[in-house]
């Protein structure tokens, strides 16, 4: 069974970069869940992709943005690249369903110079 | 007032002791639990996904949830150094997307 994988695992950007981070998730998985991790601090939730379109959003601005494919791997967009998005980007992946539980990749960490 | 509390830590035990880490919350809709452990520069690992309220064994690890104090802990018995990671709690209602979580306790065992 393959995991969840992401790339790349850091980057290093600019502030009004644009920045694409991917996701493969887990085989047998149709759902992608992508939350962001500060220092120090539990996952954030940013946004959900089922069946290739959004379903749920967190407290994020739309600068922030994604896709899915129909092999179920997911992007994650973000725009206009500020300091405080430094962070750990973690990918989940999980069955459709909220009972089902979510399995992460590594992340990327993602680095705003 | 945070939504999920834990305690951050750090934690520092010997080898062998028993574990509590431990969190509280406030959302009563919450109907399913987890903890995931996250070693450094690694993404979080599920260890325990729980429903509604009581206890769940798997090897070293229990998961207790006792929805009437809003309140869950994991027990670690005979810890390991290889335990040694940051443990975080996560919670979630059935309707919900995304998980809500605490912001980890960090655990480290001594030889």
């Known amino acids: 069974e393959t995991g969840v994988t992401q790339s790349p695992t850091h980057l290093i950007k600019t502030r009004g970069q644009q920045v694409t981070l991917r996701c493969s998730s887990q085989s047998g998985h149709n759902t992608v869940s992508w939350y962001q991790q500060a220092l120090g601090q539990g996952p954030q939730f940013i946004f959900q992709?089922?069946?290739?379109?959004?379903?749920g959003r967190g407290n994020f601005p739309p600068r922030f943005s994604g896709l899915q494919f129909p092999n179920y791997s997911s992007e994650l967009n973000v725009n206009a690249l500020e300091l405080d998005d430094s962070a750990l980007y973690l990918c989940?992946?999980?069955?459709?369903?909220?009972?089902?539980?979510?399995?992460f990749g590594d992340g990327t960490r993602l680095s705003i110079l | 007032q945070k939504e999920v509390e834990q305690d951050p830590g750090p934690l520092s035990v010997p080898e062998g002791a028993i574990v509590s880490l431990n969190c509280t919350y406030s959302?009563?809709?919450?109907?399913?639990f987890m903890w995931y452990r996250q070693y450094s520069r690694k993404g979080p690992e599920l260890l325990m996904y729980?429903?509604?309220?009581g206890n769940k064994e798997d090897g070293r690890f229990t998961a207790q949830v006792d929805k009437s104090s809003k309140y869950i802990s994991l027990f670690i018995r005979d810890s390991q150094p290889s335990d040694s990671a940051t443990y975080l709690c996560?919670?979630?209602?059935?309707?919900?997307?995304?998980?809500?979580f605490g912001a980890g306790t960090r655990l480290t065992v001594k030889p």
């Open positions: 992709y089922y069946r290739e379109e959004e379903n």
């Open positions: 989940a992946s999980s069955s459709w369903g909220g009972s089902q539980p979510q399995h």
């Open positions: 959302n009563s809709a919450f109907q399913y």
């Open positions: 729980t429903y509604s309220s």
């Open positions: 996560a919670m979630k209602r059935a309707a919900d997307y995304d998980m809500r």
